[in-house]
């Protein structure tokens, strides 16, 4: 199985470009998750849908947007990529927003120049 | 690897001992607690997970256990292997949120 499956892996941006982060999970799940983790410090949510057809703003939700494009996955988009966006992204699922694990991707390690 | 946890805690056992991760956690109102590992490199792996109505849940060499009064959260590995080394995180659900908080982190290194 694969869970959740993140790309790129990796990826440089000069400051104002725009990105897509894709990001697809194979376990049915209804909620989806996307935060960054920079170094020191634990994960911060950006955006997260809690079931397929929304989405809402998390801790950390500028300079960013989210596509829930079906069930399966989330997209998360720069569209004008500063110096404090380099981070690595993670993106997790679970069964439901509630009090349930969520399972996360290997993330996307993004660097803007 | 990235440079996740420059700056964390660090907890040092030797391989065989039993290790203990602690996590204080910030709203009383929380009632779901979660253990997560990261290995470099790699995404967060639950590891376990308590309801706020328990005080003790235990898994395969794992023990969590919950104490509402001081909030407080530990995390019991039995029998530490090398392959137990990784940053561990405690995450908390405020009833009635929708998403995990997550505090910053414990890396744990299990001395040969």
């Keep these: ?113 | 690897g990235e440079s996740v946890g420059l700056h964390l805690p660090t907890l040092s056992v030797q391989e065989g001992d039993n290790s203990i991760i602690n996590c204080a956690y910030s709203n009383s109102a929380s009632d779901y607690f979660i253990w997560y590992k990261q290995e470099s490199g790699k995404g967060p792996q639950f590891i376990i997970d308590i309801r706020s109505n328990m005080d003790k849940r235990q898994g395969q060499r794992v023990t969590v256990l919950l104490n509402k009064t001081v909030k407080h959260l530990s995390l019991q590995i039995a029998a530490t292997q090398p392959g137990d080394s990784a940053v561990y995180f405690c995450a908390e659900n405020l009833a009635g949120r929708r998403a995990l908080t997550f505090g910053s982190g414990t890396r744990l290194q299990v001395q040969p």
């Design chain 1, 1 to 113: 199985n694969a869970g959740v499956t993140q790309t790129p892996k990796f990826q440089v941006l000069k400051t104002g470009q725009s990105m897509t982060l894709q990001c697809a999970q194979d376990m049915n799940h209804n909620s989806m998750y996307w935060y960054r983790q920079d170094p020191g410090m634990g994960l911060r949510l950006i955006y997260y849908s809690a079931s397929e057809g929304t989405t809402d703003k998390g801790e950390v939700p500028n300079g960013y947007n989210v596509s829930r494009l079906n069930k399966r996955e989330f997209s998360l988009r720069l569209e004008s990529a500063a110096p404090s966006q380099t981070s690595v992204y993670f993106c997790a699922s679970s069964e439901s927003s509630a009090n349930q694990p969520q399972h996360f991707g290997d993330g996307t390690r993004l660097s803007i120049l």
